[in-house]
């Protein structure tokens, strides 16, 4: 085991130490020594509370929508794959709209249309849920998670479509009920054949995020522009606000790529 994992690590050390790489590698530090010199800086102490304020916003909805968009693809996925007509057609019928249609349009439809709405009945604004629907981010988190379940939902169909039949049909000859042999062969299955494209879903999702700033919700990239607005330095909030965005879409693609690595080991896919 000990002899394994040591391979695993040195293997890895030897990828990172292709030629190619070194170059990469010692131009990006290059180019980070030359900002650090020639660019401004100065501003980043008086606004590092809401940088970070901004960070956070950015990936709890960034993780929110995902936890609720891939809860909704499951169901939209498997009634587009083995459901009935009745559940098939209003599934298809809203990942069609909802990968038709801009996510910045879905975005300004929640927001000015429930948005506007909710006011009208006097029972919401008397309500508990009211301080939170007078905000932009539940709006904001609505839209991104419908957006996510669009997509994943044509994920999923096709994943679970994909799982042999023949294994179904074995599942319930060894007397499994309909739900057991879903939760423990056909959604296992299909999760592991869809795993690489919801890591790369996910990042898009990550990407798509700064679309929440035009509805007032405060995120990383709000907080650049808020910098730009207010000290007229162009480059610098930018050109940070690309490495954070590359540090998480890393951090992102090297998790999917350990638990597509664990997960597919596991179920021998």
């Not at 131009?27 to 980043?44: E, F, T």
């Not at 988190?141 to 994920?155: D, Q």
Request: hydrophobic share 55%; proline share 6%.
């Amino acid at each position: 085991m000990r002899g394994t994992v040591t391979g695993s690590v040195s293997g890895a050390v030897r990828d990172w130490l292709r030629p190619h790489r070194i170059g990469l590698i010692a131009l990006a530090l290059a180019l980070a020594v030359w900002a650090g010199v020639s660019m401004r800086w100065d501003w980043i102490p008086r606004y590092a509370g809401l940088g970070l304020e901004g960070l956070w916003r950015t990936l709890w909805l960034l993780g929110l929508s995902i936890l609720i968009g891939s809860a909704m693809a499951v169901p939209l996925g498997l009634a587009q794959a083995s459901g009935p007509v009745w559940l098939a057609a209003p599934a298809r019928w809203f990942c069609t709209v909802i990968r038709g249609t801009p996510l910045l349009l879905q975005i300004w439809l929640i927001y000015y249309g429930l948005g506007s709405l909710f006011p009208q009945y006097p029972w919401i604004r008397q309500s508990e849920l009211w301080p939170y629907l007078r905000q932009a981010w539940p709006y904001a988190l609505l839209a991104l998670s419908f957006s996510f379940a669009g997509y994943e939902g044509e994920v999923m169909r096709g994943a679970f479509r994909s799982v042999p039949h023949g294994q179904l049909e074995a599942g319930r000859a060894y007397g499994f009920s309909r739900f057991a042999v879903f939760w423990r062969i056909h959604l296992p299955q299909a999760i592991a054949r869809a795993l690489p494209t919801l890591g790369g879903e996910t990042v898009l999702q990550l990407k798509a995020t700064p679309l929440v700033a035009t509805i007032t919700v405060i995120d990383i990239y709000a907080v650049a522009s808020r910098v730009r607005q207010d000290t007229f330095i162009i480059y610098e909030p930018l050109l940070l606000l690309a490495v954070i965005y590359m540090i998480i879409a890393g951090l992102i693609a090297l998790g999917f790529r350990l638990l597509e690595n664990r997960f597919t080991r596991g179920l021998g896919v």
